[in-house]
């Protein structure tokens, strides 16, 4: 049983920072790759990290610099450190665990929190 539980998210003003974790239980984290995806309201979901079981990273261009995600296996948990916010960053907020094994593909969601960026 697979869960994912993401906390940190709230109300900050521009130019602040936020520190997302998601913590999984039940699941492969460490062969995992990890991601997080945001959805703005009218918007589709996003991508805007992720990283590989071997630390890989990768970052949409709209948060590059900004942005960075990590991940501790030992605590099964993945982090998503987030500086320099705009109010273009409010959006939910979902942590994603995908990989496969043995030739089974797996996809997990958490639940998502909420990020908001205003004055």
């Known amino acids: 049983q697979v869960q994912l539980v993401e906390s940190g998210g709230g109300l900050v003003q521009p130019g602040g920072s936020l520190r997302l974790s998601c913590a999984a239980s039940?699941?492969?984290?460490?062969?995992?790759?990890m991601g997080w995806y945001r959805q703005a309201p009218g918007k589709q979901r996003e991508l805007v990290a992720a990283?590989?079981?071997?630390?890989?990273?990768n970052y949409a261009d709209s948060v590059k610099g900004r942005f960075t995600i990590s991940r501790e296996n030992a605590k099964n948990t993945v982090y998503l450190q987030m500086n320099s916010l705009k109010p273009e960053d409010t959006a939910v907020y979902y942590c994603?665990?995908?990989?496969?094994?043995?030739?089974?593909?797996?996809?997990?969601w958490g639940q998502g929190t909420q990020v908001t960026v205003s004055s």
């Open positions: 990283i590989t079981s071997r630390g890989s990273t």
């Open positions: 039940g699941s492969r984290f460490s062969i995992s790759a």
């Open positions: 994603n665990e995908r990989g496969s094994v043995g030739g089974y593909e797996y996809d997990y």
